[in-house]
């Protein structure tokens, strides 16, 4: 094992952030190479077999290329849960997790017809299914490769939602289409921050779910907000994660369109990145 982590440690020198390489080392030995947690810090002599020694070739050339560890094992975790993710899909954020536990406790033994839209890999769709099995979900996102992950995710995770292909910036929506609770975690990234952004993020996650123009950074939130009026039931609840330099526009935005009890909430690191409003 000694040798193992010498040999990832001395390859990733440079690749990857100093800070993050023994993070990384235990996540390659213990998830990829299924090397145990105590043969790992115990550091036991471990001989790799040939399909692992490939393995570990190709993790070591694609963290190189700064390909996201999470697309190289094809999972991550996310709420509790067990998530397959690949370049269709954003990789959830710990910050998508509080918006998850917000809803969560504000609905807690509550019974709710719930729309997620833009779900991607279907990660706050499935989280608010485990957290509140009494609701019906509903999950929406204009790509078919993403609901292929999504869909994949929820049989995984033992959750029944409905799937469906929209993209909510041309579907009229139908009479049915009503619910109790409308989330959404819609791109929000303008054009212009490109170039504050880390390669692992700008090259190889899905652009379609990331940026919107520098000219209208508000496109998502107020096309769902103008039509959850329809689509909310009375007293409905409508849940964004927002850009954080957008909180106050979101909310003034919000209440132009006639929405109450806004709400913009902070995340761990204090920023603004969340809102709550009611119809």
């Known amino acids: 094992m000694r040798q193992i982590i010498k040999r990832l440690r001395e390859e990733l020198a440079g690749a990857v952030c100093s800070g993050e390489i023994d993070a990384i080392t235990r996540i390659l030995a213990t998830d990829l190479l299924q090397i145990g947690e105590t043969a790992y810090f115990l550091r036991d002599k471990v001989e790799l077999t040939g399909e692992q020694e490939s393995e570990l070739a190709d993790a070591i050339q694609r963290l190189k290329k700064n390909e996201p560890l999470q697309y190289i094992l094809g999972e991550t975790e996310f709420c509790g849960l067990r998530l397959k993710v690949n370049p269709s899909v954003l990789i959830p954020r710990p910050e998508t997790g ?3 536990r917000l809803i969560a406790s504000e609905n807690n033994n509550c019974s709710k017809r719930i ?10 769709a499935i989280a608010l299914a485990k957290e509140l099995p009494q609701s019906t979900v509903s999950a929406w996102d204009i790509s078919e490769e993403a609901l292929i992950v999504a869909k994949e ?3 995984i995770c033992n959750t029944n939602i409905s799937f469906a292909q929209r993209d909510i910036l041309t579907y009229t929506p ?3 289409d009503k619910f109790d609770i409308i989330v959404s975690n819609p791109p929000y990234i ?3 921050e490109k170039s504050q952004m880390e390669s692992n993020v700008l090259d190889w996650e899905p652009s379609l779910a990331l940026f919107v123009p ?3 950074p508000l496109l998502f939130y107020r096309t769902i907000a103008e039509k959850a009026k329809t689509m909310l039931t009375t007293d409905g609840q409508l849940y ?3 850009n954080r330099e957008h909180g106050t526009d979101t909310c003034t935005m919000l209440t132009e369109l006639g929405y109450t009890n806004i709400h913009l ?3 761990f690191a204090g920023n603004d990145r969340m809102v709550s409003a009611r119809i």
């Open 98 to 100: 509080e918006l998850v």
């Open 115 to 124: 729309l997620d839209i833009g779900t991607g890999s279907g990660c706050i």
């Open 153 to 155: 995710n929820s049989i």
């Open 174 to 176: 139908a009479e049915a």
């Open 190 to 192: 303008k054009e212009e």
């Open 214 to 216: 520098d000219n209208d």
């Open 240 to 242: 964004f994660e927002i």
């Open 265 to 267: 909430h902070k995340d």
